[in-house]
């Protein structure tokens, strides 16, 4: 059983005084047992015996008796001060509270355009210190405010980290996830945990190999609804639409899309039933494109409809142009332990300039438009357009509570026939 600190520091000084005693023989045998209570490294063993009591005589007067008890407190100083955290808040807080994995690579890129639209005000030391920082101390700096914006007793559950393992449809192509344009399509439902009647849907696509990202809302399930939002997601990519891979909802298995596809020649998949592993792309991104902005609420409105889509064209901007997304290339089993590797984090739009596959016409027009994007613009915009939904539905519950109460006022069945009629 190992000692205790206190305990090692208190047999230090008991034997100290019989190691310096004994004989040169004797001493590694006392070394010996003074090892085997500790546990400490034989060199250091020693070398603290020595010292323990010893007197250093520092000048006439004045004399020094070591004791291994007395620690020095050896403190770095600080790099990261108060200037550098308030920047990186600043950008942090912009970014939707990433993870500095996330952040760290697109530190510079982000401080550039800041300064470049006057969103940031900072001085060249502060500058130099946020453009070399890593994501571990990122991380550690940010660990007090993470901890402010953590939700307790959640009752919702996150996707977890899925698997893709799909069974194609072949109609022109096969699917090549090193090249953009093969899209993964799902529709995440705003009911609000009641599926009485119609209620708005979110059309999620998602490219396979860059990530890039784009959401609309539709009325319901309706396959015009659908095929228009598919139509509308065509047009906004970045390069050529070649394949879409659906679950086997009849939004999306029907003739129109299929001939739609046929006549396109865009390659049409479908995932397995019950396996959400099939798409696991989008169904990451219908939390952090979807669920994170809108929520858990039930829309069903004119006026919501409009305020989601104006909200999804902010946020195409924003996650597309600014926000990193990590890749997996690899990962390996050890034992019960999976180790896995992933690439250097990248904007979508940095991953739609890399690839060979996108013709040159297309990465003009996507520099055009980063060009002239303000991130920090764009993130005040989105918590506008939030707030004013969240403000309709408080609207409508009030509203709801009220026609509640007005109806439980009414005794006879005649009078309800009334009002309902009213």
Not at 26 to 36: A, M, R, S, V
Not at 60 to 67: L, M, N, P, S
Request: hydrophobic residues 30%.
């Amino acid at each position: 059983m190992r000692l205790t600190l206190k305990e090692r520091q208190s047999l230090t000084r008991v034997i100290a005084g019989r190691y310096k005693r004994a004989l040169k023989k004797e001493k590694g045998g006392i070394l010996d047992e003074f090892l085997h209570s500790t546990g400490y490294n034989r060199k250091y063993a020693a070398y603290i015996l020595r010292m323990q009591g010893k007197r250093i005589r520092v000048k006439e007067g004045i004399v020094i008796e070591a004791d291994v008890k007395n620690r020095r407190n050896r403190r770095r100083p600080r790099v990261y001060d108060d200037e550098v955290l308030k920047g990186l808040r600043k950008i942090w807080k912009m970014m939707n509270y990433i993870c500095g994995k996330r952040l760290a690579p697109v530190m510079g890129e982000l401080i550039v355009k800041l300064q470049q639209h006057k969103e940031l005000d900072i001085d060249k030391e502060p500058r130099q210190k946020l453009l070399r920082i890593s994501a571990a101390t990122i991380d550690r700096l940010l660990l007090k405010e993470r901890k402010k914006l953590r939700i307790k007793n959640r009752s919702r559950t996150k996707p977890g980290t899925l698997l893709k393992h799909q069974i194609p449809i072949r109609t022109f192509s096969e699917w090549d996830e090193g090249k953009p344009g093969f899209m993964e399509i799902d529709l995440v439902g705003h009911e609000g945990g009641d599926a009485s009647g119609e209620y708005i849907q979110s059309l999620n696509c998602v490219d396979v190999c860059t990530g890039w990202t784009e959401t609309f809302a539709v009325r319901n399930k309706a396959q015009i609804w659908v095929f228009g939002g598919i139509e509308d997601m065509r047009v906004r990519l970045p390069f050529d639409l070649l394949g879409i891979d659906s679950d086997n909802g009849s939004e999306f298995i029907n003739d129109h899309l299929f001939r739609f596809c046929k006549e396109k020649e865009i390659t049409f998949t479908r995932s397995r039933a019950y396996r959400k592993n099939d798409s696991c792309h989008v169904e990451q991104k219908n939390y952090t494109a979807v669920r994170q902005y809108v929520g858990y609420f039930r829309y069903d409105t004119e006026e919501e409809l409009k305020v989601m889509n104006e909200l999804y064209r902010n946020l195409s901007l924003y996650l597309n142009y600014f926000h990193p997304v990590m890749k997996l290339k690899s990962k390996e089993r050890i034992g019960s332990r999976v180790k896995k590797r992933y690439d250097i984090p990248g904007t979508p739009y940095q991953r739609v300039l890399e690839s060979p596959e996108v013709p040159e016409q297309y990465k003009e027009k996507i520099k055009q438009v980063y060009a002239g994007l303000n991130p920090a613009e764009l993130h005040r915009e989105i918590t506008r357009l939030q707030n004013k939904l969240l403000k309709i539905i408080l609207t409508k519950k009030e509203k709801r509570k009220l026609s509640i109460k007005k109806r439980s006022s009414i005794k006879t069945q005649t009078e309800i026939c009334n009002y309902q009629f009213v």
